[in-house]
């Protein structure tokens, strides 16, 4: 299993701000996707990043991929209640699926 | 794209019992993933199911406390064994799509052992 750490674990911000959620690991992969979970739901696919240094904008969400393939970024610009759900990271499916460490998020009204 | 249905939705079981959960996927599919969750925490994979063969489970996981079942290529079933509190959390299944591009997802079995 290679372990992928995401940073903040939690984090409550009111509607509007900014926000930035960290995926790292020590290990190179060929993509790394981004799933978004809400509460009494399975988590569901935002984006796939494939080529080291790529940016995905997905409305108000912008996804990186670090050029060496090791990390990547998802940065939330005016964030609203509708964003509130846990964050994972994930190389993609394979004989295995596992998840980064997640990062909670709250959106305050 | 994949539906999953998994069932049941939530239950509140007795320590000492056993508990099966079902995940039915409305097209054939080769991979099948069981996970366990906190509240507010990641999942956990506990193991990958593929059809026709032993499921392979993750560091920390034992075929004795967590049967799997594979029959066919569309249902599997996890059994929660000789359920102690420690067992209470969510319980998820997940398959793979086409090309294994993206995973889908139950809504979960949220267990409660008292």
């Known amino acids: 299993t290679q372990l992928l750490e995401q940073s903040p674990q939690f984090l409550s911000i009111q509607e509007g701000e900014n926000l930035t959620v960290y995926c790292n690991s020590s290990s190179v992969f060929s993509s790394l996707q981004w799933y978004r979970q809400e509460p009494g739901e399975g988590p569901v696919l935002l984006v796939t990043v494939v080529t080291g240094g790529e940016v995905k904008k997905l409305k108000r969400l912008t996804f990186q991929f670090g050029d060496a393939r090791k990390d990547s970024s998802l940065h939330i610009t005016a964030a609203q209640p509708g964003d509130t759900g846990l964050y994972l990271c994930a190389p993609p499916p394979g004989n295995q699926f596992y998840f980064g460490t997640g990062t909670s998020l709250t959106v305050i009204p | 794209s994949a539906v999953i249905s998994q069932k049941p939705s939530r239950d509140i079981c007795q320590r000492g019992t056993s508990l099966t959960i079902q995940c039915q996927v409305d097209?054939?599919?080769?991979?099948m993933f069981w996970y366990r969750q906190q509240p507010g925490q990641s999942l956990t994979l506990i193991a990958t199911a593929n059809q026709g063969s032993e499921a392979t489970y993750e560091s920390g996981f034992v075929i004795d406390k967590f049967p799997i079942s594979r029959p066919n290529l569309t249902f599997s079933t996890l059994t929660v064994s000789n359920m102690s509190p420690e067992d209470s959390s969510i319980y998820l299944c997940s398959v793979a799509g086409e090309a294994y591009t993206e995973a889908f997802f139950g809504q979960g079995t949220r267990l409660t052992v008292v």
């Open positions: 097209s054939q599919v080769t991979m």
